[in-house]
């Protein structure tokens, strides 16, 4: 058991004894499940985020014979803590943790307009995932109850109808951007309020692509299931449906061949750079610098053609499989397509020291756009917007799997949380992945790349990875003939769409196209 | 700032010749599977391998749906009789009788065309797809083809997602305030069939129910070329897939 651990439950004993059920779980004994009333949530919640600096990691809440509650926390070193609550099927209050953990506001949020729960004490309900002028009220689709199979009558359209504007001075404007804006961007509203040069309110009104993804996996076959991982994010394909093989494949007790990590490493530091160029080139076009934007977009194509010549799919998509990956590579090719990663590298690290060297264009990503230390922990943003700001947390490290404890490989870190900071932040990860994609390429061990057939098992377990954005997790409950009961999904966007308002508002309008690059969230990953 | 001349002009030309000249570049197209002979009894057990009923049994062997096929690969990859399997991407087909009765646009539409993009809920991949049409590899600028913010400018509507309940308003609100005559372009086995998100709670199934869709890019996603290709088509520059051979080498059993 890690020490931070074996430290943290001998004080957990001492401060609430009998009134918390510990255990331990997991055969190395990295996971720790803490079980208490509803009302010692808060304070125990709050120990574990503001004084042990555990991580917050996201809220699972599972409808079974009585409601149960998951929160999950995890710290710098191996080692997980689950605080679980029940409540009885009738009832349906808790106390909400949002006003001493930030980081659990939006989760809290989705859970009270997916299930019907309420937060007491929450100050902001309603009108979420469920946009209130499509929904009728008192739908609540992730219920048991519920069949996600049918369309559901709406309201009628109501064109009239206005999101809710915060600032109300005289004179105070607000300009309406989306959903459909720009050009080829996803789906998101912003409602830009102001009075006058500086955007005062920048709240995103998300999930206009929300298809219901945890809700339509229910009653489905786990491999099949896989199939909605991978569509989540298809720019973070390969990263999702490895934290969903993972979590199945730690339910089911299955080893994964060391072939297979190894392989799974290489693909999803493909992913990782693919994603970090991509945004990259947004950075470049946001500040309309198109000879720089069209070099990191030929890089960006480059990467999806080793990918499609390499696996068959540009975006990575059919690959993971339970015990392993769908298909061999050969030796060869992944030397091939490592080498040709290698050229994109050297090509990235041109393309840094010019625009380092391009002040118009660094003048308008420096001390833009900030991102305070204290606001990234409070807000548990995750990923290289977190490490921009100087929180330095990332799974790879911190929960290591697929054999990455055995890999040299650094955690870039910058201070700034501006947006140069994050610019700079995406080249030196983009360097780390196209490192380790050689490193992995030139000692791949040989044997299987799967483990034949995966004995499923009725149960739940958790599955992580270190997506391209920052931490995903995903839990995965398995009923009789491997069908999924639930299926929890939690991505890095939504956590980082929660803070990206702190670095839009209180900078001017022409700002904000930047600093939303910067950012380079993924609006799918958080509708799911 | 020279030095970003100079290093443009070191580049070069990156372009394919596309649809001049056919792309050959490796990884620029997943490719789908075609219409297999198959005995009967392996037919079956190919069928049952594929998650959203792409795949029905034929008297030869086994026939595809392109509408539906979410290149999974189950069907060539969990089985020791796969499918065949063929590159290319010129996929497009006409799905409504309009093309197939050669209405095309006027003359005044037969130079630049302006194309709104929008997200109707897909996962990303689509429109990552669609957005790799503006860099360098397949510049589509100097086809005429703009992508244009508004809908007031708009030729044709490009599609992609599954639709979701929360955008319908607003993709009928950007559909209704395009000027005719318009076209919609649906990309994607999503904006098709609904994918793997198939008809829900939350999702339409596809937006063919919602809008005249006039011509069909399958795949999951469909790569830039073969997007390309259905815009080619809604102008009437490129014909369907299957309807005649052009450089590309379209795919022989499109399902329209």
């Not at chain 2, 390309?228 to 102008?235: I, K």
Request: hydrophobic letters at 40%; proline letters at 6%; glycine letters at 10%.
């Amino acid at each position: 058991m890690p020490a931070e651990l074996r430290e943290l439950v001998q004080e957990a004993q001492a401060r609430w004894t009998s009134r918390v059920g510990l255990s331990l779980d997991g055969a190395d004994g990295t996971a720790c499940q803490m079980e208490c009333e509803p009302s010692e949530l808060p304070e125990i919640c709050n120990w574990l985020f503001s004084d042990r600096h555990y991580s917050f990691g996201g809220l699972v809440v599972e409808q079974r014979t009585r409601w149960e509650l998951r929160y999950a926390f995890y710290g710098s070193e191996a080692s997980w803590v689950h605080v679980v609550t029940y409540l009885s099927d009738a009832g349906d209050r808790f106390p909400s943790i949002s006003g001493l953990v930030h980081a659990a506001d939006w989760h809290e949020r989705e859970a009270e307009d997916l299930f019907g729960l309420v937060f007491e004490g929450h100050p902001r309900l309603g009108d979420f995932v469920l946009h209130n002028d499509v929904w009728q009220d008192g739908v609540t689709p992730m219920r048991k109850t519920f069949d996600g199979r049918k369309p559901v009558t709406h309201r009628a359209p109501d064109l009239n109808w206005k999101p809710r504007r915060i600032v109300e001075e005289t004179g105070a404007f607000a300009m309406p951007v989306g959903p459909v804006h720009s050009t080829a961007t996803a789906p998101v509203y912003f409602q830009l309020e102001t009075v006058g040069e500086d955007v005062i309110r920048a709240q995103p009104r998300l999930f206009y692509a929300y298809r219901g993804l945890e809700k339509i996996a229910e009653g489905r076959r786990a491999d099949d299931v896989l199939l909605i991982a991978e569509r989540i994010s298809g720019t973070s394909a390969f990263a999702h449906s490895l934290a969903l093989c993972q979590g199945v494949e730690r339910l089911c007790h299955v080893e994964v061949p060391q072939r297979a990590a190894s392989l799974r490493v290489f693909l999803a530091e493909l992913e990782r750079l693919r994603h970090h160029v991509a945004a990259i080139a947004g950075v470049c076009e946001s500040t309309g610098l198109a000879v720089a934007a069209a070099h990191a977009a030929i890089l960006e194509e480059d990467l999806l053609r080793i990918s499609g010549s390499l696996t068959g799919h540009r975006y990575l998509f059919g690959l993971n499989a339970f015990g392993g990956l769908s298909t061999d590579f050969d030796d060869a090719a992944c030397g091939r397509g490592a080498a040709a990663v290698a050229q994109v590298a050297e090509k990235l690290t041109v393309l840094q020291g010019m625009l380092s060297a391009s002040s118009s264009f660094l003048d308008r990503l420096e001390e833009v756009g900030i991102v305070s230390f204290a606001n990234a922990r409070d807000f548990g943003l995750v990923g290289p917007i977190a490490r921009a700001s100087g929180l330095s947390r990332d799974l790879r490290k911190a929960q290591p799997y697929c054999g990455y404890d055995a890999i040299k490989f650094e955690v870039p870190q910058e201070s700034e949380g501006d947006g140069y900071a994050r610019l700079r932040l995406l080249f030196r990860e983009a360097e780390q992945s196209a490192r380790i994609v050689s490193a992995i390429t030139r000692d791949l061990p040989a044997g299987r790349f799967r483990i034949p057939e995966t004995d499923l098992r009725q149960g739940a377990a958790l599955g992580w990875v270190e997506a391209p954005g920052g931490a995903a997790l995903h839990w995965i409950r398995l009923g009789e003939e491997g069908r999924v009961e639930r299926y929890r999904i939690i991505t890095p966007s939504f956590a980082n769409w929660h803070g990206f308002r702190l670095a839009a508002e209180s900078f001017a309008f022409q700002d904000f196209p930047i600093i939303l690059a910067t950012f380079a969230l993924s609006v799918h990953e958080n509708d799911r | 700032m020279s030095q970003w001349v100079i290093r443009g002009l070191r580049t070069g030309v990156k372009s394919t010749r596309y649809p001049r000249v056919e792309e050959t570049a490796a990884g620029t197209s997943p490719g789908l599977p075609v219409s297999t002979a198959l005995s009967s009894d392996l037919a079956q057990s190919l069928v049952a391998h594929c998650p959203v009923d792409a795949l029905h049994p034929s008297i030869t062997g086994v026939d595809v749906s392109l509408r539906q096929c979410i290149h999974c690969f189950r069907c060539v990859r969990a089985t020791n009789n796969p499918m065949d399997w063929k590159g290319g991407y010129e996929w497009a087909t006409a799905a409504s009788d309009r093309n197939e009765k050669g209405t095309r646009f006027g003359p005044a539409f037969s130079r630049s065309v302006h194309i709104l993009v929008v997200d109707a809920g897909d996962c990303g991949a689509c429109l990552n797809e669609v957005k790799q049409l503006n860099n360098p590899y397949y510049n589509m600028h100097r086809l005429g083809f703009f992508l244009t913010p508004t809908p007031r400018h708009a030729d044709v509507l490009l599609v992609v997602g599954a639709l979701t309940d929360h955008m319908r308003l607003p993709l009928r609100k950007a559909y209704d305030a395009m000027p005719t005559p318009k076209r919609v372009v649906a990309a994607g086995a999503c904006a098709l069939s609904g994918g793997i998100f198939g008809q829900s709670f939350m999702c339409a199934g596809g937006v063919g129910e919602f809008l005249p869709v006039d011509v069909e890019v399958p795949g999951n996603p469909p790569p830039p070329l073969a997007i390309l290709h259905g815009l080619l088509v809604a102008v009437g520059r490129k014909p369907t897939a299957g309807s005649h051979h052009g450089p590309g080498g379209p795919a022989e059993n499109g399902s329209g």
